[in-house]
DNA sequence: TTCAAAAGTGTAAATAATTACAGTATGGAG
DNA sequence: CTCCATACTGTAATTATTTACACTTTTGAA
């Protein structure tokens, strides 16, 4: 069933007010909006639409206007700590602490939710410019405790931290720089990968 | 002047429920997730974090707590279409239904606020490659009128519409692939440039 | 001990938002 | 022309929310 022009109309302020606000307008606002002089003019079209499917009115109290299309702009976005350098230790260990700031994504754009022990690092040196990562990239590593080969990995090699693809040859795990000038590591002692590369973000000036 | 501890637990609900809800909570709902019998209550830690600077009550109305540290989680984030290639013609010609989708951007992310017509691009092919700008990865094109040399910008060349990098050699402006592969773009008409690659985006798997 | 700030209870009043009900006007479809 | 859906007006009742006022309890510092 489609929306009336009139409709149509309501419906576009309750979402463009939502983008601006966060939540839906009360009926005084929609009124005041459109010049509708009375609180029933908006609650006719609000059950129109609500009949219609686009929106619910489902529990009680005020601005209480659900568009099930439209989840709250908030719920979809995420807070990440960002890292300045990839913390040593374990993953669990990491001080909140030692976060150079916070940054929100949007997982309509990442694809998917990040995990929430997941975090942002700015990549250091250019050891990976053949995956098409840079110094000064900022990358979403999520943690997986069952990384595949060939994914791109933070990971703890004897130590050291680093950015590296990860790659299985006869067996053997080793990591692999994107850089002809990098030679390959081969874990003497222990290889902790802390997590996996899901999203590389470059800004530009 | 600090929070009490009582006072940081509201302001921190309050913070989780914009979050998740995109507005304030009232003093009610604030009420019942404290167990607090009394309006009243709820309301002294309202004025006493106002006075502290951290909220403000400014408008009549309900839900009208207002947090300047913390925007309207809507409020931060933009809409932009994706188009699967670079639109031909001039950049005020596109037509909206071109657009493959949209994807919502985060600015605390991104460091800017994309102008209104700015879009995203999906990037084809792999000239960009020694850039760091890989195929299948998503740019952001900005509008610019005076985009300045060494700049990455999504151009129409004597028709055709391209990713490259812009370069001034003698006068005379030309564009540049980055991969020794593909040949410099010597415009023998007009060099229409559509805008300026501001974020790089990848996601991967 | 005395005092003041913090964190309430309890009630009432004022304001805001929603819902309900009885209508009116207009523009098609039949 | 009649009927019906759409889009309202106007008013009142109901429910939510905010604000105000008087008072209590606890805690920690002077």
Redesign the pocket.
Same mark, same amino acid.
């Given at each position: 069933m489609e929306l009336?022009? %009139?409709?149509q109309e309501i419906y576009d302020y309750i979402l463009a007010y939502r983008r601006g606000n966060g939540c839906s307008p009360?009926?005084?606002?929609i009124q005041r909006h459109?010049?509708?002089?009375?609180?029933?003019?908006?609650?006719?079209?609000?059950h129109?639409l609500e009949s219609k499917g686009v929106i619910r009115?489902s529990s %009680?109290?005020?601005?209480?206007?659900d568009v099930p299309a439209d989840p709250a702009p908030g719920a979809r976005v995420t807070s990440l700590p960002v890292f300045g350098a990839i913390p040593a230790g374990p993953p669990q260990a990491v001080a909140p602490a030692a976060a150079e700031g916070d940054a929100w994504l949007d997982e309509t754009l990442l694809g998917f939710r990040p995990k929430p022990a997941s975090f942002l690092l700015k990549v250091r040196g250019d050891s990976m410019k053949d995956a098409g990562i840079l110094d000064g990239d900022l990358v979403l590593v999520e943690p997986n405790p069952a990384p595949r080969a060939g994914q791109i990995v933070a990971a703890l090699i004897d130590g050291e931290s680093t950015l590296k693809r990860l790659v299985k040859l006869r067996g053997a795990w080793f990591l692999k720089a994107e850089n002809p000038a990098y030679p390959e590591l081969h874990p003497r002692a222990d290889l902790v990968i802390q997590g996996v590369v899901r999203t590389v973000i470059r800004r530009m000036n």
């Open positions: 009336t022009a %009139r409709q009360s009926i005084p606002e459109f010049g509708i002089r009375s609180p029933n003019g908006v609650a006719g079209h609000l129109a009115l %009680r109290g005020s601005r209480r206007i």
